[in-house]
Structures are given as structure tokens and as C-alpha cells.
């Protein structure tokens, strides 16, 4: 029953991947232009997924598969 509880407890504090992350690891983008989207954020304060689709990286649809992914990643 503690092993249980323990494993309850990984996983309410588990930590969801940045958005960024989970498109350069299914090679919807490549890490430079995560790098570039990360280096225009500082000085935009918006939002990396809006930042590669303003920039051509990556296409609307993709970045709403994603992000659906990472919510329920989240929700766990």
C-alpha cells in the first residue's frame, strides 16, 4: 500500500515538457529554431507555440496536436 502511495505522489508532481521540448523531440521542429523562438521571446513576452507559427517552424494544426498532448499530460 505505501508503494502505491509513493508512485501516487511521482506522479501528481511529475513535470510536463515545455511545448518547445515535445516539438524538437517529435521532429516537428529543429532545436535552432526553438533557440531563435526562445532568444525572440525575451523581448516579445509571447508565446514560443505563437512565435513558430509567426515564423514559419511549425503549422497551426501541429502546434494544437501538441499542445492537446501536453494538456493531457498535464491533467494526470
Request: net charge negative; glycine share 6%.
Amino acid at each position: 500500500m505505501a508503494a502505491q502511495k509513493k508512485d501516487d505522489n511521482f506522479m501528481q508532481t511529475s513535470v510536463v515538457p515545455p511545448i518547445g521540448s515535445m516539438l524538437v523531440a517529435e521532429e516537428y521542429i529543429i532545436p535552432q529554431d526553438l533557440d531563435f523562438a526562445l532568444e525572440h521571446q525575451k523581448h516579445s513576452k509571447g508565446l514560443i507555440g505563437e512565435i513558430l507559427v509567426r515564423i514559419g517552424a511549425v503549422e497551426p494544426n501541429v502546434l494544437e496536436e501538441v499542445l492537446t498532448i501536453q494538456k493531457k499530460l498535464a491533467a494526470r
